[in-house]
């Protein structure tokens, strides 16, 4: 199976600027190295470990050209290209919530948005079995005129666009499993009936005001959107149960010409942004788990676009489970981690907690 890698080191160079975690340098707020939780090195070092091991070499290596200006109206306005741009071309700055860049930003962002879409229209064509777009900066917050969450165009939302105007397919489903809610695709896609849009994500993480159950999509899309917040504390039983009992039966209804995930490691133990307690293991199941969905529904075609994921020491061993499961490869990267995290998992107590909440959703739908 060739799967396919799309990546370009100029994302690594979008830079948001005087941060402090979450917080602008100034008064009291110290500056720090690093910023931003947002920051190149988690995707500089999931890149680095694939090419130590060996499992590089058995990728499909790629970059792609930025969406163009027609790619990217269909999703958002002039006006917010327009000031984006201006603004990029002037230094940097910051148009939505804590969402910093510098010089170049627009054009890294447009980069971004390409590696996704080029991963998406290859799968569709045949010429790849399966992709991951190690885009940066990410896309699922961002809302078509307003960037928000580190993410300044909707990515995901521009590949899906493109492909269906190209009319490279039908019907399109993203699963979210970034620890955050995926507002900005969910948004885009409303009151579409031809995206379902999934997104797993800790509840009343970020943002705090979206992502509820009872969020279902209006008009044509209603029950196109389906959302499955997790209680903080969520661990990998938990993730596998709301696979098998909610998403991939959604995925199963929906007959998708192409699954697209959006990949964020945030769910991870040891993310600074999160309170969940996945494991690579969870991330390599679910991988599997939507792969055997994608063989079953729509011919293989997968497509994974990097989103989340703030520890730079675990997100490359869960990017590497990642691909090891797309590839089938031998290569492996043994988690470090993997008997501390399995050891710190919740108990069974929290786990029937948990599974009763995703029972109430089930019988909602």
Request: aromatic letters at 8%; glycine letters at 10%.
């Amino acid at each position: 199976m060739t799967v396919g890698f799309f990546h370009d080191e100029r994302c690594l160079w979008h830079s948001g600027g005087n941060y402090a975690g979450m917080l602008p340098v100034g008064g009291l707020v110290q500056p720090m190295v690093g910023g931003l939780p947002e920051n190149p090195e988690t995707k500089r070092r999931f890149v680095n470990l694939m090419q130590v091991t060996g499992l590089a070499r058995e990728l499909t290596w790629s970059t792609a050209p930025a969406a163009n200006t027609e790619d990217l109206l269909r999703v958002h306005p002039q006006s917010y290209l327009t000031a984006f741009k201006e603004m990029s071309e002037a230094g940097g700055g910051e148009l939505g919530l804590r969402t910093p860049f510098g010089p170049d930003g627009y054009d890294i962002a447009a980069l971004s948005a390409g590696l996704t879409t080029a991963a998406v229209q290859q799968v569709l064509r045949g010429e790849l079995d399966q992709a991951y777009a190690l885009s940066r900066p990410p896309g699922h917050h961002c809302l078509p005129d307003f960037p928000n969450g580190f993410c300044l165009m909707a990515n995901i939302a521009i590949a899906i666009e493109a492909a269906l105007h190209h009319k490279l397919a039908g019907h399109i489903a993203v699963l979210d499993w970034d620890v955050h809610h995926g507002n900005g695709t969910e948004a885009i896609f409303y009151d579409r009936p031809d995206v379902l849009t999934i997104s797993v994500h800790q509840e009343r993480n970020y943002p705090s005001d979206t992502g509820g159950f009872e969020a279902r999509g209006s008009g044509l899309g209603e029950g196109a959107n389906l959302n499955i917040p997790l209680p903080p504390g969520a661990g990998h039983n938990v993730y596998i149960k709301s696979m098998e009992q909610i998403v991939l039966p959604a995925l199963r209804d929906f007959q998708p010409d192409l699954i697209v995930v959006a990949c964020g490691f945030d769910a991870a133990m040891i993310d600074p942004l999160s309170r969940m307690m996945a494991r690579a293991e969870t991330f390599r199941a679910m991988t599997a788990m939507v792969q055997e969905a994608a063989r079953d529904l729509c011919g293989g075609k997968l497509v994974l676009s990097h989103e989340g994921g703030y520890s730079e020491v675990y997100v490359p061993f869960c990017g590497h489970a990642v691909m090891e499961q797309l590839t089938g490869s031998t290569i492996t990267a043994p988690d470090p981690f993997e008997e501390r995290f399995r050891d710190r998992q919740p108990s069974a107590r929290f786990d029937q907690f948990a599974f009763g909440l995703l029972d109430e959703m089930a019988q909602g739908l």
